[in-house]
């Protein structure tokens, strides 16, 4: 399986898909946060800055120059993308997409260029907000691959670091990965933005539990988390409308109407108060490609952190635990 490593685990495993939600929403939160917003604009955001980069990070050797936190492109190299363009990367709504824009802009975090698109300036990446999230998606960063390698998945990593700080091309790399992720919900399942993180919010509710246990986690390893046994339902937490909608800050409107969609095409159901994902669903074949490409991106990413030398055993030591 190329050049990632894995135990006894299978690489589809729910487990690897189960740590990839929970590092997703917790990315989105750290950058919804850093600029006091909500995730949808988050992540166009995101699109944003990445298609500004694109053509910088494509040539050879440019992505290493750009490492550390103190090294960011001048606006000169950014170039801007349309407003549709980014609908069109993120599979939204040109208004919706327009609105989420000119958030932005109100916040000062992007600008029009003189063709007409976005760009985020050199100065909202270097701010000391912009740092600040840096280093705790950094952080987040780390503890994912540490996770990741306990339940037997890791990639080959460098000995040392390409560069003494890598919190710049580290929190990229993680961005990219999200994004990727991000438009996975749409092409397999077929779920809007919104939706999409609303449904994977549930399940991470429903099952984050079973991952910090240990012992559940080995006696469900081909279970809970495998492509073929699914673990019951009535081992998964419901999580009410009002939580969900607090967890990833989303409007409480909003996020009834989604879950309403979402009920009613049968990918969640209503428990009690609350709200599960049941394992009928989890078997859908959609899903399940979900599960499959999942894996393969991950793969993708802790490819590209170990070639930076981001593996196991550097980022315990990030962390203060090697």
Known sequence: MDDVEYGAHRPQSRQVMALS???????IDIVTRSMDGEPVTAVVYLAISQANLRAVFEAAGEDLRYAAFINNPEDAMRTPVSVLAVARDLD?????????????????????????????????STSPAAEAAMETLCQLTYRYVVDLAAIGVQAPARRKPVAPDLRRIASREAAYYVLNQVKLARTTVGLSLSTGLL??????????????????RQAHADGAFGLDVIVPDDMRRPITTYALATEIEMPYETARRQVGWLVEAGLCERRGKGLIVPARSLMRPEMLEAVSVNWAETQRFLAA??????????????????
Do not use: M, W
């Open 305 to 322: 952190l170990g070639r930076l030398g981001i593996g196991p055993a550097q980022a315990r030591k990030s962390l203060g635990r090697g």
């Open 199 to 216: 449904l994977l919010a549930i399940i991470r509710a429903n099952a984050l539990h079973l991952l910090s246990d240990a012992e559940r």
């Open 21 to 27: 939600i929970d590092f997703l929403l917790k990315t």
């Open 92 to 124: 939204l709504p040109y208004e919706t997409t327009r609105r989420h824009v000119g958030k932005l802009q109100a916040r000062g975090l992007c600008r029009r260029a003189a063709d007409g698109g976005v760009v985020i300036p050199q100065g909202v």
